[in-house]
């Protein structure tokens, strides 16, 4: 039977319309991404080469990368098509995910394990090249294409430990059921992946590094309120969880091509000079639509201070610096000599005042910084006080935000505040607004911890202040009398007794009272020896 071309072209496209139905149907359900980084994770868990989370997260991440990646050179070269335009691809053929990984039946054992470590390899071409991870690290920027150098970064600080090609095929078989050109999907993947992240988190807390919550980290973008046209920078990025919600804050300003490109080239810039770390981070802004993240992984404060130049200053700095750790000899040289100190908090307390602007950027706005600092930056005396000296004098110091206990929990039972200040001059008063604990909480911790919802009386207050139980002014004058000491209790706070049952409270009278016997006993018995004597 004979169809004609009207029936050839209805069945075409209803095989078309189908497809396209069976694509939406395939977009992962939250509940079945899950699953699917949770079966990768178990099948690494049987590999020897691996030992606990921190192993075994970034090995998954810089997978999910390669995929993520080629997902989206698939996306921007069929759209580069459509417009007629010419498409410069990142990675080349063979070393795409499409060439080596996406065929479940492909490459495998000694073979893949061969093709992603060696330096020279017999590629699936036949030919003899370079081994996936040589040919990535070796990747510039020479085509045009700035994604080539960010590849390249990534993968200098990634090596792959697995040892059995054929557990490393299972995972990649993994990811690859991960859609990353489904716009629904990707966001389901973006929410995982920052599960993921508190994960790591987690197992790293031993080895100090502590993360910013969500809350606390939206809280300080959102009162500093980046505008599109400024540059915001984190030169302490971590994961980077306050350049992802600049990046989220800044477009929703975008409303032109310009726009986008502005915010895309021209707005967030990072530093982290650990590999995992500087690997997490670029995904999670690439996952957050960012094309070529601009992180420095190497150390900010490897500059020497003096020579910190107008053009190498930014508009806002948001961060919260790692505390408690102590910077080499070589580090410290790069400040004053009448300001160096081995703790890390503290040589980031001044890269910041020396990074802001002083110029206003094109939206009129000052430069402006908020800062994570703990609770021994505000009273401690000698370098920190010299510090704090010029803070206050060169910088208006306009906010110290108090947080309450456990917010850093379980990394740290360290208490901690915020600091904003602007170039807008010198201080004239500092306000303070502490943060409260909800009704009923002795402190945070791990499952209970701070959320955005509860700054809501804070932002109220922000742009109408006024002294209350939870906020009070202290004129700058009275900071700088007192030895530059700005750790200053709540004037109105009331005094904090804690109610113990009754049976301990009669526990501790009678420990007193027998204490309290026994010194009596004491000088009973010194008088009665003076009297014989």
């Not at 080895?207 to 400024?230: A, H, I, Q």
Request: hydrophobic fraction near 35%.
């Amino acid at each position: 039977m004979v169809r004609s071309p009207k029936v050839k072209k209805a069945k075409a496209k209803k095989a078309k319309a189908e497809k396209a139905n069976d694509a939406e149907k395939a977009v992962t359900t939250a509940q079945a991404l899950g699953s699917v980084l949770k079966t990768a994770r178990a099948i690494m868990r049987k590999d020897k080469g691996l030992n606990g989370d921190l192993d075994r997260l970034p090995l998954l991440t810089w997978i999910m990368f390669l995929k993520f990646l080629d997902d989206l050179e698939v996306q921007r070269e069929d759209e580069a098509q459509l417009g007629g335009k010419k498409f410069r691809a990142a990675v080349d053929s063979p070393y795409r995910w499409r060439d080596w990984a996406a065929d479940p039946q492909g490459i495998t054992g000694d073979e893949l394990l061969t093709f992603i470590n060696q330096d020279e390899t017999r590629l699936p071409t036949g030919k003899k090249g370079p081994g996936l991870f040589a040919y990535l690290r070796g990747l510039s920027s020479s085509n045009g294409d700035n994604r080539r150098d960010v590849i390249a970064t990534v993968f200098r600080g990634v090596d792959n430990r697995m040892k059995s090609g054929y557990l490393l095929r299972d995972v990649i078989n993994k990811v690859a059921d991960i859609h990353f050109t489904s716009s629904e999907e990707l966001h389901t993947l973006g929410a995982l992946y920052e599960s993921m992240l508190r994960e790591m988190r987690d197992a790293a807390g031993d080895s100090g590094e502590f993360y910013t919550p969500r809350s606390v980290v939206r809280f300080m973008v959102e009162v500093t309120d980046p505008r599109l046209g400024e540059t915001v920078l984190d030169p302490a990025s971590g994961t980077g969880g306050f350049l992802v919600e600049a990046f989220n804050h800044l477009s929703k300003q975008v409303k032109t091509v310009g726009d986008r490109r502005r915010l895309q080239n021209e707005s967030i810039f990072g530093c982290e000079p650990k590999s995992l770390p500087y690997l997490l981070c670029q995904m999670n802004l690439l996952l957050h639509g960012l094309d070529a993240p601009q992180i420095d992984p190497h150390n900010a404060l490897r500059f020497k201070l003096s020579e910190i130049g107008e053009k190498d200053r930014v508009d806002v700095i948001l961060t919260n610096p790692p505390f408690g750790g102590e910077e080499e000899k070589g580090v410290q040289g790069n400040f004053p000599e009448d300001r160096q100190t081995s703790e890390t908090a503290l040589l980031f307390l001044q890269l910041i005042m020396r990074k802001l602007r002083r110029q206003p950027a094109v939206t009129g706005l000052k430069g402006r910084a908020a800062v994570v600092v703990p609770n021994g930056t505000l009273f401690a005396d000698g370098v920190c006080a010299r510090i704090k000296e010029e803070l206050i004098k060169e910088f208006n110091l306009h906010t110290i935000v108090r947080l309450p206990s456990g917010v850093f929990a379980p990394y740290t039972g360290i208490e901690t505040n915020i600091l904003f200040f602007d170039r807008s001059g010198p201080t004239k008063d500092i306000w303070y607004y502490e943060q409260p604990l909800p009704e009923g909480r002795k402190t945070y911790t791990k499952t209970l911890p701070l959320q955005f919802d509860e700054f809501s009386e804070c932002l109220a207050w922000w742009t109408k202040r006024k002294e209350s139980s939870r906020a009070w002014i202290v004129p700058a004058k009275a900071i700088l009398e007192d030895g530059c000491n700005l750790d200053r209790t709540n004037p109105r706070a009331q005094a904090k007794f804690e109610h113990l049952p009754p049976s301990r409270l009669a526990e501790d009278i009678l420990e007193r009272e027998l204490r309290i016997a026994e010194l009596l006993r004491g000088i009973k018995s010194s008088l009665e020896a003076a009297a014989r004597d």
